[in-house]
């Protein structure tokens, strides 16, 4: 099903991108970001939030940028 009409992205594309990341995606524009694209009109953004809400935690770094830590491994991290 596409969740955004303005990027044709489908909860497929949003659940791959969150499940082969290597990062932990918090925030849909972190999704779009891994996905090559931006928010545009922001009517998904909800949608993107549950789909990333459904899924298990992710305890990895995101291939786009290999060097970033994780949230909880992050100096200051809580
Ligand atoms: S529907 Fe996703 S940015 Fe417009």
Same mark, same amino acid.
């Given at each position: 099903?596409?969740? @955004?009409?303005?990027?044709?992205? $489908?909860?497929?594309? /949003?659940? %791959?991108?969150?499940?082969?990341? +290597?990062?932990?995606?918090?925030?849909?524009?972190?999704?779009?970001?891994?996905?090559?694209?931006?928010?545009? @009109?922001?009517?998904?953004?909800? $949608?993107?939030?549950? /789909?990333? %809400?459904?899924?298990?935690?992710? +305890?990895?770094?995101?291939?786009?940028?290999?060097?970033?830590?994780?949230?909880?491994?992050?100096?200051?991290?809580?």
């Amino acid at each position: 099903m596409i969740v @955004c009409s303005c990027n044709i992205i $489908s909860d497929h594309d /949003i659940r %791959d991108a969150v499940v082969a990341t +290597d990062d932990a995606l918090f925030s849909p524009a972190q999704v779009y970001d891994c996905l090559g694209c931006t928010v545009r @009109c922001g009517r998904c953004s909800q $949608s993107v939030r549950r /789909i990333i %809400d459904e899924l298990p935690p992710r +305890d990895m770094r995101c291939t786009k940028h290999p060097n970033s830590l994780p949230a909880s491994s992050s100096p200051g991290a809580i």
